[in-house]
């Protein structure tokens, strides 16, 4: 018999054998495991960016353009909304105004503020090595007191926009030239990062909603050039503040996808995207936006939420508070008025333009500006100016400045309210978190009982499982709140004044209380830019962490755009140094 022959005879022997095996295993009732079908992956498709949607929803500006834009579009975020019934009275959110201006304290706390603000501006030198001679407001007063305007042409006048054809609505910039005298609601849907709903007329959610849509709408088709009904082939990327309203940004999500119409959504923070537009894995992100001053620690991509601070002042309280400078120093245009959309125009133009934080710029200096109104011809002023171009920016410092009093000035994050309609909303997280640590705490007693000497590691295990520390900060000064208040989060300097060592033997209904109060105070201060820094970097886990970010402080929004702001940051950077 050859080889081949062989090998056949083998192999058949082999298959016989194992067509035993498999009749023994039916006879003892074993079954063999069956191999599933293999299923085809499905196809995935391609996300092409110039079919993503980027909006940014700014308090004054609204940013929105798509993915592959270099620039996003910009337009003011205000809406004009006609009257429906003749008659109707006339309605219009602030500019520059708001809540806290016209109390009794209000201008001594400006007068403290601004002691404070030159304190400052004389204790730091100049590059040079020689300090700054002050200049009083009396010295540019008497010049300015005297300013006339000349009339230029009046051919170069600004016009109010057209509405004879009675748009039902109009966005943007026609929006702010509407004439006072036509019958038109002036809408800002957002005001200091979060939704303007408030009682007065168009302050619902449902309005503020439906002035949201109008505006996105308006902008995505005539800038963008997109039909409202092809967004069915476009995602959106919203971006939201680190501190926000969760209630709020389900309805803004449910309006993007139910209403407009985009095929997906994705909600994003901005101090993780500005982290990741700057090319940084971690860094310290200041935010000075136009009302809103917002601070988080970002690490590898992940917000710190105990880092996570809002100050309620931004750039529009540091223009509201140059008018009184130049009031003070004898403002020749003596009929700009605060409740004017025009003048408020003017007033921040005149910011952007001589205000500045280089320390090396002093004494008295000539300007000149142009008013141009729809009533009237354009005018050109004089002015002198000292260092209320200084003293304006430096009130980001030194809040005081501001005269705001009796308003929340610090902002927290506090635990969501719970949601109605997810079953699993945050309250549910937390209540099965607890009934876990509850139950891994009492396998640990019983496991520490059992061994020898059990008496003294239970006693060890008690004190600090999980179960009786939930009334104690999580993370870095996490104060825990139940009911309606939700949970805030603080750094250790207010973790200490807010938890003792005998915080634990006190009744719940008394610490509660207790914690509330320190926290309504803590919230009505208003912290200083440079301090607010110090206080989120402070709330961080790990002292490398905290290392990270004073390494790392990366400063966006429109805010601080002031000459010298980089060089004025790093004097307070000294007291950074880790």
């Not at 503020?113 to 090595?129: E, H, T």
């Not at 601070?309 to 540091?318: H, I, K, N, T």
Request: charged share 25%.
């Amino acid at each position: 018999m050859t080889q081949a022959e062989k090998e056949q005879e083998n192999g058949k022997e082999k298959d016989k054998e194992r067509d035993k095996e498999r009749e023994k295993e039916q006879q003892r009732g074993v079954k063999r495991p069956i191999a599933p079908p293999a299923i085809p992956e499905p196809l995935q498709e391609q996300i092409q960016s110039n079919f993503i949607i980027v909006v940014h929803p700014g308090s004054r500006t609204l940013c929105i353009g798509r993915a592959t834009d270099t620039l996003p579009v910009t337009v003011p975020h205000v809406i004009a909304r006609r009257h429906k019934q003749s008659g109707q009275p006339r309605y219009e959110d602030p500019w520059l105004l708001r809540e806290g201006l016209n109390k009794s304290e209000s201008n001594e706390q400006r007068q403290n503020g601004l002691k404070m603000v030159d304190q400052a501006i004389w204790s730091k030198k100049m590059s040079n090595g020689v300090r700054r001679t002050p200049v009083s407001a009396e010295q540019a007063r008497a010049y300015n007191c005297q300013i006339r305007p000349a009339v230029l042409d009046s051919s170069s006048r600004v016009k109010w926009t057209n509405t004879s054809h009675h748009p039902p609505h109009l966005v943007g910039e026609e929006a702010l030239h509407v004439n006072p005298s036509d019958c038109y609601n002036i809408h800002w849907p957002v005001v200091r990062g979060q939704l303007n709903v408030h009682s007065g007329p168009g302050g619902s959610l449902t309005a503020v909603l439906a002035d949201l849509e109008t505006i996105w709408s308006h902008i995505i088709q005539k800038h963008l050039e997109i039909p409202l009904k092809d967004l069915k082939y476009y995602r959106c990327i919203l971006l939201v503040p680190d501190i926000y309203n969760r209630q709020h940004i389900k309805e803004v999500v449910n309006m993007l996808l139910l209403n407009m119409g985009f095929s997906a959504i994705i909600v994003h923070q901005e101090s993780v995207c500005a982290t990741f537009g700057s090319g940084l894995s971690s860094a310290c992100v200041v935010d000075v936006g136009d009302q809103k001053t917002s601070l988080c620690c970002v690490e590898d991509g992940v917000s710190h939420r105990n880092s996570r601070l809002c100050l309620a002042y931004g750039g529009s309280d540091v223009t509201r508070t140059f008018l009184w400078l130049l009031q003070r120093a004898g403002f020749p245009y003596r009929d700009c008025q605060l409740s004017s959309r025009l003048d408020c125009q003017l007033l921040q133009h005149l910011k952007e333009t001589f205000c500045h934080l280089n320390q090396d710029i002093s004494g008295l200096q000539d300007h000149e500006f142009q008013t141009r109104f729809p009533e009237g011809p354009a005018l050109l002023y004089q002015i002198r100016l000292g260092d209320e171009k200084l003293q304006a920016p430096m009130g980001l410092f030194y809040p005081t400045t501001f005269g705001i009093v009796g308003q929340k000035m610090t902002l927290l994050q506090y635990r969501s309210q719970g949601d109605s309609e997810d079953p699993h909303d945050e309250h549910y997280l937390l209540a099965t978190q607890s009934k876990q640590d509850q139950s891994s705490k009492s396998a640990a007693d019983r496991k520490a009982l059992s061994r020898p000497g059990g008496a003294l590691d239970g006693d060890m295990s008690g004190q600090v499982g999980s179960g009786d520390i939930s009334d104690l900060p999580r993370g870095c000064g996490s104060i825990g709140i139940g009911g309606a208040q939700g949970e805030m989060e603080l750094g250790p300097a207010q973790a200490e004044c807010l938890i003792g060592a005998g915080d634990m033997e006190e009744p719940l209904s008394a610490h509660l209380s207790r914690k509330t109060a320190i926290m309504s105070q803590f919230e009505s201060k208003a912290l200083g830019l440079d301090k607010a820094i110090l206080h989120s970097i402070d709330c961080c886990a790990s002292d490398e962490t905290k290392r990270k970010m004073y390494s790392s402080i990366l400063v966006v929004g429109g805010g601080l755009m002031f000459h010298g702001a980089q060089e004025f940051l790093k004097g307070f950077q000294a007291a950074f140094v880790w």
